[in-house]
């Protein structure tokens, strides 16, 4: 979190497991020039979506793409308003 903070990080990419372990440890307000976060990899549980939203102000980008080809062929951005989740 320090360093995405301090380096004005503006686009992170995680698989859901690791964005639930990270946003847990994030402040409200923290990250303010984050604008993108891309998660991949696994399923995205709605409830980390709206954590995420709660504490973070950053467009979340769902991705999905088979394992064998390690791409991503479908995505869904979610609301920037949690209430539209």
């Known amino acids: ?11 992170v990419h995680f698989v859901p497991s690791m964005l ?3 946003i847990r440890v994030v402040e ?7 604008r993108h976060i891309f998660c991949s990899g696994e ?13 973070c ?3 979340v980008h769902n991705l999905y ?3 064998e080809a ?10 920037l308003a949690a209430s539209e989740v």
């Open 70 to 79: 390690s791409i991503d062929v479908t995505a869904w951005s979610a609301p």
């Open 28 to 34: 409200r307000g923290a990250l303010t020039h984050l």
């Open 43 to 55: 399923a995205l549980p709605l409830s980390l979506l709206v954590e995420t939203r709660q504490r």
């Open 1 to 11: 979190v320090q360093l995405i903070g301090g380096q004005r990080v503006t686009a």
């Open 20 to 22: 639930g372990a990270f």
């Open 57 to 59: 102000d950053a467009q």
């Open 65 to 67: 793409g088979p394992t």
